[in-house]
Nanobody, 125 residues
């Protein structure tokens, strides 16, 4: 069983920055690949960014490319999502997710087995 502990999030003004983090625990193989998804109010959950164990392979949604950066600590496998130049449309509940060994970063929520409880990010105009 894997547990994903999320931290960060909160309220920020347009153009500001925020970081959310996710620390996994449990069987290492079950958090080989980790990703962030988000669910805006009244909308479906969508892929934001993902990273494999080595940190060498990452992927981003087109809507966040150039603004968000995902990284991974080799000390405790904590995954960070640094969000810059935030826009009102980035407002959502952000969820951390993980899955076992993959050679790419899946963008489909159904590919991820474990999920965090979510953390709210609100960008005010």
């Amino acid at each position: 069983q894997v547990q994903l502990l999320e931290s960060g999030g909160g309220l920020v003004q347009v153009g500001g920055s925020l970081k959310v983090s996710c620390t996994p625990s449990g069987r290492t193989d079950d958090y080989f690949t980790m990703a962030w998804f988000r669910q805006p109010p009244g909308k479906e959950r969508e892929f934001v960014a993902g990273i494999t164990w080595s940190g060498l392979l990452t992927d981003y949604a087109d809507s966040v490319k150039g603004r968000f950066t995902i990284s991974r600590s080799h000390v405790d496998d904590t995954v960070h999502l640094q969000m810059n130049s935030l826009k009102p449309e980035d407002t959502a509940v952000y969820y951390c997710s993980s899955t076992s060994r993959t050679s790419w970063v899946p963008a489909s929520a159904s590919s991820y087995k474990y999920w965090g409880q979510g953390t709210q990010v609100t960008v005010s105009p």
